[in-house]
């Protein structure tokens, strides 16, 4: 609860306790109880939004799971040289849930920060790009709502059969992750190799206070045709914060 609300339920309280307490003892007269219930009532069309805040509001909730419906495994199609070319990918994709009771409107999920483990400790990779992810399916940067108890789906990225790598950014024959971010920068910082990282995620909306959630991730160096070998074994997941 932050400092507004905190000071708008003293001061109700505090003004319709003594008038309460007041009346019913006979220390005040009718023309003072009236104006402290003015006043309570004064407060409570001022506060009004902040106090049904407290009780009617969007609650937003990121995991990143990697098993089905939320990951799995799909057939991506390309271009190239004037061609259709299809091959398999997995894709890993972000559940954000509203468990509050009303609507989270215009809600955006941003890929903030990447640390990678180096020896025994975590460090900050400062030319990382931040940039936003797409919601799955629509592509979409900013999703209009999420209504109560509904979840939309985030693409965190996708990993190509890497004999394929090669036509989205990597190197071919090598296993890597395609970020799937609002723009693919020419730093490169899209594509993820394999190794241990821990990923912070940021998800916001107009009428909620944003969720920062940072997990850890051990890419491994392994591809298969297998899901669930793939998704259980090849990329694990484990929730930081």
């Known amino acids: 609860m932050n400092r507004n609300k905190i000071i708008f339920i003293t001061v109700l309280l505090i003004c319709v306790g003594s008038v309460v307490l007041a009346s019913h003892f006979e220390y005040l007269d009718a023309t003072l109880a009236a104006a402290l219930i003015a006043l309570s009532i004064g407060l409570l ?36 040289n004037n061609a259709q070319i299809a091959f398999d990918t997995y894709y890993y994709r972000l559940n954000v849930e509203n ?12 890929l903030m920060e990447k640390s990678e483990m180096i020896g025994n400790n975590f460090v900050k990779n400062n030319s990382f790009l931040p940039l936003n992810l797409r919601w799955s399916h629509s592509g979409e940067i900013t999703k209009k709502s999420i209504a109560p108890n509904l979840f939309k789906n985030c693409d965190f990225g996708h990993i190509n059969d890497p004999h394929y790598s090669h036509y989205q950014g990597g190197t071919r024959g090598n296993v890597c992750m395609v970020f799937d971010t609002e723009v693919l920068p020419n730093t490169g910082s899209f594509i993820l190799i394999p190794g241990v990282y821990r990923f912070k995620v940021v998800v916001s909306a107009d009428n909620v206070q944003s969720v920062i959630k940072t997990f850890e991730i051990d890419f491994k160096h392994s591809w298969t045709s297998n899901q669930n070998t793939m998704l259980t ?9």
Request: no cysteine.
């Open 45 to 80: 069309g001022v506060f009004q939004k902040i106090l049904l805040s407290i009780f009617i509001h969007p609650e937003l909730k990121v995991e990143l799971r990697t098993y089905p419906p939320d990951s799995h495994k799909t057939t991506l199609t390309v271009t190239a």
């Open 233 to 241: 074994n090849n990329f694990l997941v484990k929730n930081v914060s």
């Open 99 to 110: 468990k509050g009771n009303v609507r989270a409107e215009n809600v955006e999920v941003f």
